[in-house]
């Protein structure tokens, strides 16, 4: 766990990031890329002004998130809120460390808060729903809860504290308390993992992005009728810009064409042809999962490759050592092995 006492000094804070990079998508709002997965700075960044921010990064970010404010909004920077499109780990990674360090209030959907209170996990991410790597790996993915206590609050219809003129709008599917954020007179759209604009499942197209609307990432979304229709209402309000929670800011034509294209064909472009959740959504309420659809045996199947490849590599591990161990050398009691010492100046983690 991150422990942040104290802010970082000017000259720290000021330091660029090797995983934040800012995207300005209108002059009150910038899109922070935490490696491959995007958050929002609301305000100008003018001194005194407030803002908020949307979403909290990848686990260990929390350092890395507070540097790119102070280098936006000036040292001592401080949101009045966070607020969050959903409580999956690649959204809330630095979001403790966050709220307890500006000491500000946080905002989700009442039907996310078992996720971000402790009391249930979300449904299992679903490894067959194919698409490349990143869903393969998924079920590998910290799937929750957290638990903020009761620093997290349930949003109030209609009432967006420190969010002047912008609404949210209740978007499930990908997960059961989602939210998208739209600000009607520039049809701004932070649409979280509503949609994205890359191909969340591959790593390749996470990696070089592209422009493009896409679906939810399938293998974290447990009821595709309802992110069908989520999509539907979003693409109703003709968003000129939209800011999601992976891919770049798109806007113009392109994203009207797009997003239209997948409202309508959201069957064929974004469901997967199999996976569990396909047939029947998980179930959840406000104390979270309460029905789970039965694991596909090609998830069995998966677990088992998986369990089996882990055994042979540790088997041929041994082999090979076993085999590396000459007599003489082991007469002599020489080392089998030469210690590498690590040497400094290899990559840190952003936030120690
Ligand atoms: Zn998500
Ligand atoms: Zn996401």
């Known amino acids: 766990m991150i422990q942040m006492q104290t802010a970082p000094r000017a000259a720290e804070a000021a330091k660029p990031s090797r995983n934040m990079h800012l995207i300005q998508v209108t002059p009150d709002v910038a899109c922070i890329q935490n490696v491959m997965v995007n958050l929002y700075f609301v305000g100008h960044n003018r001194p005194g002004a407030d803002w908020v921010l949307i979403d909290a990064g990848l686990p260990y970010s929390a350092q890395g998130i507070l540097r790119a404010a102070e280098r936006h909004f000036g040292a001592g920077a401080r949101p009045r809120a966070i607020y969050l499109t959903h409580g999956h780990f690649d959204h809330v990674g630095g979001l403790r460390e966050l709220a307890e360090f500006w000491d500000v209030p946080v905002f989700a959907h009442e039907l996310e808060l078992p996720y971000l209170t402790g009391l249930s996990s979300y449904a299992p991410p679903d490894p067959n729903v194919g698409g490349g790597l990143l869903a393969w790996i998924s079920s590998l993915y910290p799937r929750g809860p957290i638990d903020l206590g009761r620093r997290v609050n349930a949003l109030q219809a209609d009432d967006l504290p420190y969010l002047d003129k912008w609404r949210w709008i209740h978007t499930p599917g990908h997960t059961p308390g989602h939210v998208s954020f739209f600000r009607e007179q520039d049809r701004l759209l932070i649409a979280g993992d509503a949609f994205t604009t890359t191909k969340p499942e591959s790593l390749r197209a996470q990696l070089r992005p592209q422009s493009g609307v896409y679906g939810p990432p399938a293998y974290f979304t447990s009821d595709w009728a309802s992110a069908w229709s989520s999509v539907q209402r979003l693409a109703s309000l003709h968003p000129a ?10 806007k113009g034509a392109e994203l009207e064409q797009d997003l239209q294209t997948l409202a309508r064909d959201f069957d064929r472009l974004a469901v997967p042809r199999r996976g569990r959740y396909v047939l029947q959504p998980a179930v959840a309420d406000k104390t979270g999962v309460v029905y789970l659809p039965p694991a596909p045996v090609n ?5 088992a490759l998986g369990l089996a490849g882990t055994a042979g590599a540790v088997a041929l591990y041994y082999g090979l050592r076993r085999r590396n161990k000459s007599p003489r050398t082991a007469e002599r009691g020489a080392p089998a092995f030469t210690r590498i010492t ?6 840190q983690p952003d936030a120690a």
Request: aromatic content about 4%; charged content about 5%; cysteine-free.
């Open 241 to 250: 810009v939209a800011a999601t929670g992976h891919g770049l800011p798109m």
């Open 342 to 347: 690590a040497t400094s100046g290899g990559d």
């Open 299 to 303: 998830a069995l199947f998966v677990g």
